[in-house]
């Protein structure tokens, strides 16, 4: 953002680019929202793109991307081994990011992969301030156990705390010291996605690294979202607002041993990539990529979104550009939260969160209130939102439910693609639905797979209020 003083003397914020290229979309009719639904087993993820009026699933691999992405891809050396791209690509990672070792990998959980396989043993114990989804997966399948230590304030929806997703010190080293020998490492989520987008504090990450050098145990850093992340700091933390955000993230990143990330996000491509200053790590790490990834110097991307992530580094810290879909978040969520809709507050990265349990209180949590209001939210808007609540956990290994401490939607606002038509749009149909959220009912499997379930289950609506939504829907609103 252009950050200026107003006539009236407070902050203005315009964006800093402008849009060249467009693709046209489409409202569908309420009717056919309806099909479409039924058609996906009630799971947004199993929409067609088609049936999508605002794809607001994810970030990943759909922010817009800019022109000088496009044009280096255009000039990508394509080439099996020791690509020219490749080594630009781990300059630019020195340079911004100030890591000697980096090896590319074809998405974020490719990363998560090799790292369990390295660091995590049958029994191991991995703290870290949130699991995500794939995290999670890939630490259980290697036999370890995820422990999730935020500070309180992250699991009250309501407080305002600036940095909900620091990690709580004084449990940290209750379990460093409990656990001698069997912690593979801690892990820090630079904007803990499953706590509602919400930002680590420099602080906090700097008291982990002291404990963790204490206790000698490496720390890993998922910067997936540290663009986001480091704007916070700039914004809400002592002593960060005149500094540049590429200081800010450069000190931020400087605490972790190893650094990785899902390139879909940040930097705007289709792939990852792990990096780190540690020699030992990195020879670790690196023999596994040509059995599960693919030759190192291409990790299983295609070399042109090397090129173009190498240039989404630099602009994923350029001032003029980060922080548009965050300003639009921030007015969504405010809207929503003086209208009395359960949003997280205070507003963070990645999208507007909706506590679902308190929309639909009517709803059992094992009728999955958050999947219930994803289906409803896409009925009543066309709007695609993602279930980030019970149906995202996977059952124990008794084939008992885990309910999450958030029976979360987030409606994601991916990188300068949406407008603030669009937001306003979002706000008048959430609104309509908590005046008719008594006619939502649950939902119920009908095909539920073992792992990661929430990709591919199907399931139906209890009580057909799908169609009762629709109805009402149509007498008060019209067709589309
Ligand atoms: N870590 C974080 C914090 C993420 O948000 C994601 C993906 C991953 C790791 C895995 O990366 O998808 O490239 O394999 N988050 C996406 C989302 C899926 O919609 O939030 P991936």
Redesign the pocket.
């Known amino acids: 953002m252009i950050i200026v003083r107003s006539r009236d003397g407070s902050e203005l914020r315009v964006d800093g680019y402008r849009v060249r290229f467009f693709e046209r979309i489409d409202l569908p009719p309420i009717d056919r929202r309806l099909k479409a639904i039924r058609e996906a087993g009630w799971n947004t993820f199993q929409l067609k793109a088609d049936d999508v009026f605002l794809d607001m699933?994810?970030?990943?691999?759909v922010n817009a991307m800019s022109i000088n992405q496009l044009a280096a891809m255009m000039s990508a050396q394509d080439a099996y081994a020791g690509s020219r791209t490749f080594y630009e690509f781990a300059e630019t990672v020195e340079e911004i990011l100030s890591f000697k070792y980096v090896i590319p990998v074809?998405?974020?959980?490719?990363?998560?992969h090799l790292l369990a396989k390295v660091f995590v043993r049958e029994g191991s114990i991995v703290p870290m301030n949130y699991h995500?989804?794939?995290?999670k997966t890939h630490i259980d399948l290697a036999g370890g156990i995820v422990v999730e230590i935020p500070v309180k304030e992250a699991l009250d929806i309501k407080s305002r705390y600036p940095f909900k997703g620091d990690i709580d010190v004084s449990k940290l080293e209750e379990i460093l010291k409990k656990e001698r020998g069997k912690v593979a490492f801690v892990r820090i989520?630079?904007?803990?996605?499953l706590l509602g987008g919400q930002p680590v504090s420099m602080k906090n990450i700097r008291e982990v690294r002291e404990l963790c050098d204490r206790y000698g145990v490496p720390l890993v850093l998922?910067g997936?979202?540290v663009d986001w992340n480091v704007y916070f700091i700039k914004e809400r933390e002592p002593g960060y607002r005149s500094k540049k955000l590429v200081d800010i993230l450069r000190e931020f990143v400087s605490y972790s041993d190893i650094f990785?990330?899902?390139?879909?996000?940040a930097p705007s491509v289709?792939?990852?990539f792990i990096a780190t200053n540690n020699r030992e790590f990195y020879e670790k790490i690196v023999i596994h990529v040509p059995v599960y990834e693919g030759f190192p110097t291409y990790g299983g991307m295609s070399i042109k979104e090397i090129a173009a992530m190498a240039i989404g580094l630099r602009e994923m810290v350029d001032e003029n550009l980060i922080g548009s879909e965050l300003e639009l978040i921030k007015y969504v969520v405010e809207e929503l939260d003086k209208r009395g809709i359960p949003v997280v507050l205070p507003p963070g990265g990645?999208g507007v969160h909706i506590e679902a349990s308190q929309f639909l209180p009517h709803v059992p949590r094992n009728a999955y209130p958050a999947g219930s209001l994803a289906a409803a939210l896409y009925l009543a808007s066309g709007v695609r939102s993602?279930e980030r609540g019970a149906m995202s956990m996977d059952r124990d290994r008794d084939g008992r439910e885990i309910y999450p401490d958030l029976e979360l939607i987030?409606i994601?606002f991916p990188r300068r693609t949406y407008l603030k038509s669009h937001a306003d749009y979002l706000i008048d149909r959430v609104l309509w639905l908590y005046e008719h959220r008594d006619i939502v009912e649950g939902l119920r499997w009908i095909y539920e797979p073992p792992v990661l379930r929430f990709f591919l289950g199907r399931l139906e609506d209890i009580g057909n209020w799908g169609e009762k939504l629709v109805e009402v829907y149509k007498k008060e609103l019209g067709d589309l």
Not at 57 to 61: F, V, Y
Not at 132 to 135: A, D, H, K, Q, R
Not at 260 to 265: H, I, P, V
Request: charged share 25%; glycine share 10%; no cysteine.
């Open positions: 699933l994810t970030d990943s691999g074809h998405q974020g959980r490719a990363a998560e995500f989804t794939t995290t989520e630079a904007v803990a996605n998922d997936s979202m990785y990330m899902s390139a879909r996000k289709r792939g990852g990645l993602m987030r994601a």
